[in-house]
């Protein structure tokens, strides 16, 4: 049972991994290279569909990993289960307190009504994104390790 636990934890970390990778280095820069508002508006759609989606994912993976953590004991391993685990946790908070202010009001702009800096917050989110993206990397290199 054990076992399956960590299987599926690797796999929903990895996927929710993949995704994030994707915003950043190939769904954000078509978005930034096409004409005129196209890019604003594809990032406000994705920012209402990923929105939805990813609280739900990064939560479960965080129980994923802290049902691993507690079954596996004093395992070898589960130390790196529960690094995996805060850097995930970090991964929340920064969420939290760093994109989805920026993603909330991203998300409601249309050509018509967003601010003059919208496109250097839109770099803000970027930024925080790409360490975003480092940190659940580690984690999922982490719970890989783990699995050996």
């Given at each position: 049972?054990?076992?399956?636990?960590?299987?599926?934890?690797?796999?929903?970390v990895?996927v929710?991994?993949?995704?994030?990778?994707?915003?950043?280095?190939?769904?954000?820069?078509?978005?930034?290279?096409?004409?005129?508002?196209s890019?604003?508006l594809?990032?406000?759609?994705?920012?209402?569909?990923?929105?939805?989606?990813?609280?739900?994912?990064?939560i479960?993976s965080l129980?994923?990993?802290?049902?691993?953590?507690?079954?596996?004991?004093v395992?070898?391993g589960t130390?790196?289960?529960?690094?995996?685990?805060?850097?995930?946790?970090?991964?929340?908070v920064?969420?939290?307190?760093?994109?989805v202010?920026i993603?909330n009001?991203?998300?409601?702009?249309?050509?018509?009504?967003?601010?003059?800096?919208?496109?250097?917050?839109?770099?803000?989110?970027?930024?925080?994104?790409?360490?975003?993206?480092a940190?659940?990397?580690?984690?999922f290199?982490?719970?890989?390790?783990?699995?050996?």
């Amino acid at each position: 049972m054990l076992d399956a636990l960590e299987i599926v934890t690797t796999v929903v970390v990895g996927v929710m991994v993949g995704v994030e990778f994707s915003v950043a280095f190939v769904i954000n820069p078509i978005l930034n290279a096409l004409p005129e508002d196209s890019g604003q508006l594809g990032r406000a759609h994705g920012g209402r569909m990923l929105g939805a989606v990813m609280p739900v994912w990064y939560i479960g993976s965080l129980v994923l990993v802290a049902a691993w953590a507690i079954a596996g004991g004093v395992r070898s391993g589960t130390g790196l289960v529960v690094t995996a685990g805060g850097l995930l946790i970090l991964s929340v908070v920064m969420s939290l307190l760093l994109l989805v202010p920026i993603n909330n009001r991203g998300k409601t702009w249309t050509p018509e009504n967003r601010p003059e800096d919208w496109k250097e917050q839109m770099n803000r989110w970027d930024r925080w994104h790409y360490v975003r993206v480092a940190v659940i990397i580690a984690a999922f290199t982490l719970l890989v390790a783990a699995l050996a």
